[in-house]
């Protein structure tokens, strides 16, 4: 059983910032990739950044230079500072992990329940 829990959202001015936090728990083996989804309503679900296990970083181009993506090895974390918000961020945020479970030959995606980022202009 592995579970991933977000918290950090919220209801934020343009121009703030949040910071959203993703911890994966259970029968985790290894961790290969853990990032941040989002979807916003009437909108398929995008990729807003990931960072894998030596250290690389990817973003979405629309959030490169206010969005910094970080990660605790030792305590399957993955953080998201988000600063300059803008409007057209606001959407529910989901975490995901690439990990091996225990007992399974083969990574696989996992889920968060998603946490609501609301930016107000």
């Known amino acids: 059983q592995v579970q991933l829990v977000e918290s950090g959202g919220g209801l934020v001015q343009a121009g703030g910032s949040l910071r959203l936090f993703c911890k994966a728990s259970?029968?985790?083996?290894?961790?290969?990739?853990m990032g941040w989804y989002r979807q916003a309503p009437g909108k398929q679900r995008e990729l807003v950044a990931a960072?894998?296990?030596?250290?690389?970083?990817n973003y979405a181009d629309s959030v490169k230079g206010r969005f910094t993506i970080s990660r605790d090895n030792a305590k399957n974390t993955v953080y998201l500072q988000m600063d300059s918000l803008k409007s057209e961020d606001t959407a529910v945020y989901y975490c995901y992990a690439n990990l091996v479970r225990r007992g399974t030959p083969r990574s696989d995606d996992y889920w968060g329940q998603g946490t609501q980022v609301t930016v107000s202009s």
């Open positions: 259970g029968s985790i083996v290894s961790i290969a990739a």
């Open positions: 960072v894998f296990s030596g250290g690389r970083a």
